[in-house]
């Protein structure tokens, strides 16, 4: 089983809709992430938490809203989506540093949203 | 966090080596080196990471300039599995909270 799971792996939806993507992981780790991906482009950060009760912005927050429900599981939800929000959006996890060491990100496969 | 720069597209025949580059100019002394590759749409992967010498793991070699200011990230015996876009990311060791990802460059590997 994978350590990072995404669902909806694919969902459409209308302009206006409430939609919420979710993240689990098997892996014990303290800290999750979301990004997204616009085609041709690097992943953006748009909010990341560092355990159950710490939530912090990222480069894009607009226009989304997460929770973090319990270490392994994390939401985004797009409140009232709209077309540019159209991309492919990423969980990940990492380990909590400590002492300088580096703790690589794992990441979910992705879920691809349209917003018509 | 320094800005990376990668050429937008490489090819390599399979068997061969890649050497994939990043310029990373304005690195600072406790910057790392980081490589991630995006195999079409899924989520990254990590492969590397250096912060001076030169490093090898089973995936891949880093090897980093004296002057720390570009690298190259080498496959030695590139498969058709490591088309993917490979991703050079600088960031301070202890800066876990985000990844800062640039375009990368698209490598293709041709039989």
């Known amino acids: 089983d994978a350590d990072v799971t995404q669902t909806p792996r694919n969902r459409i939806t209308k302009t206006g809709k409430r939609i919420m993507l979710e993240c689990s992981q098997t892996k014990g780790h303290d800290r999750m992430y979301w990004y997204r991906q616009d085609p041709g482009l690097g992943l953006r950060l748009i909010y990341y938490s560092f355990d159950v009760k710490d939530i912090n912005k990222g480069e894009i927050s607009d226009g989304y809203s997460v929770s973090r429900q319990a270490q392994a599981k994390f939401s985004l939800s797009l409140e009232s989506a709209i077309p540019n929000q159209t991309a492919l959006y990423f969980c990940a996890t990492s380990d909590t540093a400590t002492g300088g060491e580096f703790y690589e990100q794992y990441f979910g496969p992705g879920t691809r949203l349209t917003v018509t | 966090d320094a800005k990376t720069t990668q050429p937008p597209s490489m090819d390599c025949a399979e068997g061969r080596a890649a050497n994939l580059p990043c310029n990373h100019s304005?690195?600072?002394?406790?910057?790392?080196v980081y490589w991630y590759r995006q195999i079409h749409s899924q989520g990254p992967q990590y492969i590397i990471h250096?912060?001076?010498n030169n490093e090898t793991n089973e995936m891949a070699s880093l090897i980093i300039t004296e002057d720390r200011k570009s690298s190259t990230l080498i496959l030695p015996h590139a498969t058709l599995r490591d088309t993917a876009v490979y991703y050079c990311?600088?960031?301070?060791?202890?800066?876990?909270?985000?990844?800062?990802f640039g375009t990368g460059t698209r490598l293709q590997v041709f039989p």
């Open positions: 304005t690195i600072s002394g406790n910057e790392y």
């Open positions: 990311i600088v960031r301070p060791y202890y800066n876990t909270d985000k990844l800062i």
């Open positions: 250096g912060l001076k």
